[in-house]
């Protein structure tokens, strides 16, 4: 029985990143390290800050990331990558390029060894503020999605890249919001309420938080909030029986 693995918010060529060249290759290095022990891997999205693809042009960059996947499908591991809401435009390049398979859904549910798991990126998941929920809508909306693809690459992945740069230099810091509580986070509360109706669900998965939290629901189920491959470097791994919420240390941790 192969661990399962799962991480997310990597947000690879941000321009709020001083360190963009150093986080990939240590991302790299963590997906080789795990190349012949896991069973599957699920990225829950932003793994890249923007991400947008038209039919015969692919964003520039991320070769040794997306080799890094090639390699892991071509070993016979399952690669399953989420959109988040920096990397939505996905079409059919890392499916058909690299192996992936790719859920474009806002949530999935599927049964790991046994155990039920609700697996999601976040940003469609519980209570959002107005705005982003208008952004949200917009941006997967295919009318405007078409629009934006008619704009050449030069400029539409140059103002991708702006906005995302933006919007997190505009936090504090460039950090994410500390938590809140569990009473006042989104993404517990969504969880707190899923469970009542939905109680074989043993694990909720997210991202989109950039915080690690690990919080147990009832005697049965667990929510655990992924971090990011930005400063905290955390990941969670399933042997079958337990879900661990890791930090990648180079030289210290065994994945």
């Known amino acids: 029985m192969k661990p399962i693995y799962f991480l997310s918010d990597a947000h690879l060529g941000s321009r709020a990143i001083e360190s963009r060249r150093m986080q990939e290759r240590r991302l790299v290095r963590f997906l080789d390290s795990i190349k012949h022990k896991a069973g599957a891997i699920y990225m829950l999205g932003d793994m890249f800050d923007f991400w947008h693809e038209y039919k015969t042009v692919v964003p520039r960059g991320f070769t040794r990331f997306l080799g890094k996947i090639s390699e892991l499908t071509d070993l016979g591991v399952e690669v399953h990558y989420f959109t988040g809401n920096h990397d939505l435009w996905m079409t ?3 499916v058909e390029e690299c192996g992936v398979v790719l859920h474009k859904e806002t949530a999935c549910t599927v049964e790991l060894y046994g155990k039920m798991f609700y697996l999601a990126h976040g940003d469609g998941v519980g209570v959002q503020d107005r705005g982003f929920r208008f952004l949200r809508a917009l941006f997967h909306n295919r009318f405007a999605q078409k629009l934006f693809a008619a704009i050449h690459p030069r400029w539409a992945m140059d103002f991708g890249l702006e906005w995302a740069k933006h919007s997190r230099l505009k936090r504090e810091d ?16 969504f969880a707190k309420e899923y469970l009542k109706d939905h109680p074989d669900i043993n694990f909720f998965l997210f991202g989109h938080r950039h915080i690690d939290y690990d919080l147990m629901l009832s005697r049965t189920a667990r929510v655990i909030i992924l971090g990011d491959w930005i400063t905290l470097f955390t990941y969670a791994v399933f042997d079958g029986e337990h879900l661990f919420l890791e930090e990648y240390i180079e030289g210290e941790t065994e994945p």
Not at 174 to 189: Q, S, Y
């Open 92 to 94: 059919d390049y890392l």
């Open 174 to 189: 460039g950090r994410e919001e500390p938590f809140k509580g569990e009473d006042k986070e989104p993404l517990i509360v």
